[in-house]
């Protein structure tokens, strides 16, 4: 096989980076935008020593699956990878990979229930953080390339609700009429780096946020006011300083310029403060799904549970009705703070929160005594940090419920816990980002008597 050679290819399988998956001679041949049953013309454009890349050159035959994007910067965008797909084979596919990461990494030899679909595959994302860029002189406003950070101009993306359209349109008046300059990543001149959207799914009340390099912006009041008349329901825009030479977004200063700079929702019942800092799931109707299914794993009556990685609140706040005590645990300090307003609009006294890593809230509650009876995470993508699975031994929980973003490493710390005496009894994958290859997964796993 060689670059540039064109082959008739079979594709079988799928990936969750978007390639269709075929074979040629036991090479595998990686191929984008492609879907399981589609027998196309392909052109190779990188070889390696086990598989290849290659393009489409002439779908053939269609798969059954295989139907037409409806937005024109699929697949030049990073953010979607399955428009090219029925939305069931996309959830087909999903519930496959967790599946396979479980069985294959994890060891799991149980069944994976069914794959809980979103209640909306577009217009369900709340928040969005758009990049900004000058290019060929222009100003472009969208997302990332995949493997880039060439910014594909895309103002109205079918995953976030419409009016984010209006705002992105109403900023980049004001740039261009107030000629405030844009942060160039190479030299690391300009002002502007992204747009940081969120919006209350319940309440509609919404938030802007402009990601500068510098806290000398000019002209915002101008922005505030044009917002305002835009979009009656902008509560707060805030000014997100970022100084730095790096790929993280957001830097640790908010300055309000219109509002106290928060936000609230309603999710589970429940009325929470959103800052720009704060985590939040971005598809608060499928996070009430995911939150109801993680409180039947938990079994929180009566009981005591600690909640780690709390960001600010929701899940724990969640449970507190039902449960005997919650203790959540972050690291990030606003986090926290949002957490306990949280639980004080809610009117819940039997919550608690500490600022600290594992490791350290796991010696203080150690030291005082406290020894929880559900232990409830939901880390981030690179999954537990070893310390965390330390003090969960440590702790000695009856149950743990494990809520991931990424099945694989999932499947590693389910592994890790089940050689400590934790066996995995159930596994729910949730579709919480229609469209994307990401799938959450929620996991009841409890403690083998005698371990």
Not at 19 to 34: C, E, F, I, N, R
Request: aromatic share 6%; net charge neutral; hydrophobic share 40%.
């Amino acid at each position: 096989m060689k670059k540039n050679e064109q082959i008739a290819l079979s594709v079988t399988d799928c990936t969750l980076s978007g390639s269709g998956v075929g074979h040629v001679d036991g090479m595998a041949v990686l191929v984008p935008a492609t879907a399981v049953g589609d027998e196309i013309t392909a052109q190779i454009v990188k070889v390696k020593k086990t598989y290849a890349y290659a393009i489409v050159r002439e779908i053939r035959k269609p798969s059954p699956d295989r139907i037409a994007s409806d937005c024109p910067a699929f697949p030049k965008c990073g953010g979607c990878l399955f428009r090219h797909m029925t939305y069931d084979a996309e959830l087909r596919l999903k519930e496959n990979q967790v599946r396979e990461n479980l069985r294959r990494i994890g060891h799991y030899t149980g069944a994976v229930e069914p794959i809980v679909p979103s209640p909306k595959a577009d217009g369900y994302r709340n928040k969005a953080q758009y990049p900004l860029a000058m290019q060929n002189g222009k100003l472009s406003v969208g997302f990332f390339a995949p493997r880039s950070h060439r910014v594909i101009d895309c103002r109205g993306c079918r995953l976030q609700p419409p009016v984010f359209e209006t705002i992105l349109r109403t900023v980049t008046d004001w740039i261009e009429s107030c000629g405030v300059s844009v942060y160039d990543e190479t030299t690391r001149r300009g002002l502007l780096r992204h747009i940081y959207i969120r919006r209350g799914e319940r309440t509609g009340e919404m938030l802007v946020c402009i990601v500068a390099a510098s806290e000398r912006v000019p002209h915002t009041d101008a922005l505030c006011g044009a917002l305002v008349r835009a979009v009656p329901q902008i509560r707060s825009v805030v000014l997100n300083v970022n100084p730095d030479d790096t790929n993280v977004i957001l830097g640790r200063t908010c300055i309000p310029l219109l509002g106290d700079g928060y936000i609230e929702d309603e999710l589970c019942g429940l009325r929470f403060r959103l800052s720009a800092l704060s985590f939040y799931q971005v598809n608060a109707l499928q996070a009430e799904n995911l939150y109801e299914k993680a409180a039947e794993f938990a079994e929180p009556d009566g009981r005591t549970v600690l909640d780690l990685y709390c960001g600010a609140g929701t899940i724990g706040l969640s449970m507190a009705k039902r449960a005997k005590s919650v203790i959540g645990v972050e690291i990030v300090p606003e986090a926290i703070r949002d957490a306990k307003e949280n639980a004080r609009r809610n009117g819940i006294e039997n919550a608690r929160f500490l600022c600290a890593d594992a490791a350290q809230a796991a010696e203080q509650l150690l030291a005082e005594g406290v020894r929880p009876d559900v232990i409830v995470v939901d880390p981030p993508r690179k999954g537990c940090a070893s310390e965390l699975l330390q003090a969960v031994f440590r702790f000695a929980p009856e149950r743990l419920v494990y809520i991931s973003c990424d099945s694989a490493t999932l499947a590693r710390d389910a592994d890790i816990l089940r050689q400590g005496g934790y066996d995995l009894r159930r596994a729910v994958p949730f579709d919480m980002f229609p469209r994307t290859g990401h799938v959450e997964t929620v996991c009841l796993m409890s403690r083998v008597e005698g371990k």
